[in-house]
């Protein structure tokens, strides 16, 4: 028998005793590359202060949001036991659905459990095959995952190239066509160029949906995100989907647009249809958190003016939303630049690859309306004295 022969032999005698033995080696590999990852536990007993969080407007632990959670869950219980088709759906999650979507000037919205499935569910339901997806190199995972899902023909333009994206929905030979963004894009909080696509999409007889979850709360007029901002809010041939995880520092995924919209999500969206109802005290939660942000329009520019001071006193340029990153480059040094902020009681993003492309993992901080300018400040010394470490400043 030669040398290979009794390699494979003994590779597959291996791999009968336990299929999942390549774990072991891909592990290795992955903690070689400086990209394991762990979850961090959170502690009650801490006096951490959390820039790592999307609780932009810090609604997460408002007491108005946490005493309409508690009154959910005292009126409809722990869950909502099924499909929103079956029993899942409350009033609750009517009254919700209706408010967002006024909030957002749409005619109607629907909520899904997550804001990953709420795109999944939107793409998939817009787009199959024999149509067009165009994306870009900054969406988010959930929409490539529902682009990948659709069976559409897929085409990936850089970011922020509306020519590109003009030049692909006039070249198509399908019918349909969807082109999907971000409208802030999540790892670095720049703004995506959202009136230019839409006018792409609307003289090219395209559908643009544009996700929202990082611009709710943070851009616009109250907070409302850049669709608002831009002026086109309600637009045909526009789609919404936005989070209530973020600024309305709950649980859940919306998807907001046309009534027709809304009644082919509940007919088509997957994701909608087999999936269990977004818990009732998320429900109640985000929909208080809209009520705060309602009462309170400044809120986002108050928390505008706190990124921007934060980013000049690490010495980065003004951003668009409410991150903040800081490139530091290799993985390993990353992870110990975060790990030194946690040290000093301050919990900051650190987003490597596949996150953010090769070489450029970071440090993203995202700044909290809550927080007030003496923490802010000392919060900044923490974040400098840490890149200044690993040898990034």
Known sequence: MSLDSAHLRAGSQSAAAD???????EAAAIAAAGLHRSPPARRRDTAEVNLASNDYLGLATHPAVIAAAQRAVAEWGAGSTSSRLVVG?????????DDIADFLGTPAALAFSSGYLANIGAVTALAGRGDLIVSDTGTHASLIDGCRLSRARVVVVERGDVAAVRRE??????????????????????????AELYSAASDLGATLLVDEAHALGVRGPGGRG?????????????????VASKSLG???????????????????????????GLAP??????????????????????????????AGAVGAAEPQSAVVSLIVGDPVDAVAAAAQCRDRGVLVGCFRPPSVPAGTSRLRVTVRADLDDRTLATVAGV???????????
């Open 250 to 276: 709950a649980q859940g995924g919306i998807v907001a647009g046309p009534a027709l919209l809304r009644d082919h999500l509940i007919d088509r969206a997957r994701t909608f249809i087999f999936d269990t």
């Open 281 to 310: 005290a998320a429900v109640g939660a985000a929909h208080a958190a809209l009520g705060v942000l309602r009462a309170d329009p400044a809120l986002p520019q108050r928390l505008r003016r706190s990124v921007a001071s934060f």
């Open 383 to 393: 974040v400098d004295e840490a890149l200044t470490r690993v040898g990034v400043r």
């Open 19 to 25: 299929p999942l033995a390549w774990l072991a080696d």
């Open 226 to 242: 850049v669709v608002a901002e831009c002026g086109l809010s309600g637009r045909p041939g526009l789609v919404v989907t936005t």
């Open 89 to 97: 759906t409350t009033q609750a999650h009517i009254d919700f659905e």
């Open 169 to 194: 929905l006039a070249a198509r030979s399908e019918t349909r066509a969807l082109v999907v963004t971000d409208s802030i894009y999540s790892i670095d909080g720049e703004c995506a160029p959202i």
